[in-house]
Nanobody
Framework: VQLQASGGGSVQSGESLRISCSVS????????IAWFRQAPGKEREGVSC????????YTTDSVKGRFTIAKDNAKNTVYLQMTDLKPEDTAVYYC???????????????????????WGQGTKVTVSS
């Protein structure tokens, strides 16, 4: 599985941005795709994730109501729509795939970066006040 994140940039506080994760065509419906982020000097944290086979999603509390994960199966792409961005959202955003834990609840799986075996390069998002 290969993933490629894109769409990062610099925005002002309160603005919106959509980042994309393009996934290689060898994916399977039970794979979970997640967005993580890592701010300077901080640990990488799970932001949001979803399985390709259904519409259930997980979103961490700090961005709930502002960030939305969505997929376009025809384009093999998973998006993270980010609205009302804040300076504390500044980070490098990574997409990752889990291919082995299809029976694990998303609330357990998605915050745990060690369960994701496939990673794309990051895309940087900078939010200025």
């Amino acid at each position: 599985v290969q993933l490629q994140a894109s769409g990062g940039g610099s925005v002002q506080s309160g603005e919106s941005l959509r980042i994309s994760c393009s996934v290689s065509r060898d994916i399977r419906p039970w794979y979970t795709i997640a967005w993580f982020r890592q701010a300077p000097g901080k640990e990488r944290e799970g932001v949001s994730c979803m399985r390709l086979s259904d519409t259930y999603t997980y979103t961490t509390d700090s961005v709930k109501g502002r960030f939305t994960i969505a997929k376009d199966n025809a384009k093999n792409t998973v998006y993270l729509q980010m609205t009302d961005l804040k300076p504390e959202d500044t980070a490098v955003y990574y997409c990752a795939a889990d291919t082995d834990n299809e029976r694990v609840n998303l609330t357990i799986l998605c915050p745990n970066l060690h369960l994701f075996g496939h990673w794309g390069q990051g895309t940087k998002v900078t939010v200025s006040s």
